[in-house]
């Protein structure tokens, strides 16, 4: 008896690296990306809609600047997501020691986001795993 086998698409060939770890970087940046936007509505109180001029809206009345400064940031196999340094991001967010001598506690913005994304990750990976799969050859789970 004689078995002969004919073993090809890109596991054999080498490319099955490359696929995951693209498929993974997507991931990863889809969540970053979801994480910004979620900060964008968080750090809006106000309702959609609603715009005032600087000077109408008087001298203490928030223009974005702190939401302008929240970005992500991509390095290799490291992404964040930072609000630039702004000084005052410590003490918004509830991680300041001035907030130990004072009511206000913080937002928690970045710490809420956080585990939202965490509830978000399992779809969001299940999105690009059936992608990968596809990719190399496979059907969907």
């Known amino acids: 008896m004689t078995v002969r086998m004919k073993l090809s698409g890109p596991l054999v060939k080498g490319k099955g690296k490359t696929i995951l770890n693209r498929a993974i970087a997507l991931a990863v940046r889809d969540l970053t990306n979801a994480g910004v936007e979620r900060l964008n509505k968080v750090l809006r109180p106000r309702p959609a809609g609603v715009f005032k001029s600087a000077a109408a809206a008087g001298p203490n009345v928030s223009r974005g600047n702190y939401r302008r400064h929240v970005r992500p940031i991509f ?54 795993k059936n992608q990968i799969i596809k990719k190399l050859g496979g059907g969907t789970f």
């Open 75 to 128: 390095r290799e196999k490291n992404t964040f997501i930072t609000d630039g340094g702004v000084i005052y991001g410590a003490w918004l967010e509830g991680t300041s020691s001035r907030n130990a001598a004072s009511k206000f506690k913080g937002y928690a913005s970045f710490r809420r986001t956080k585990t939202w994304l965490d509830r978000q990750a399992p779809s969001v990976l299940k999105k690009h």
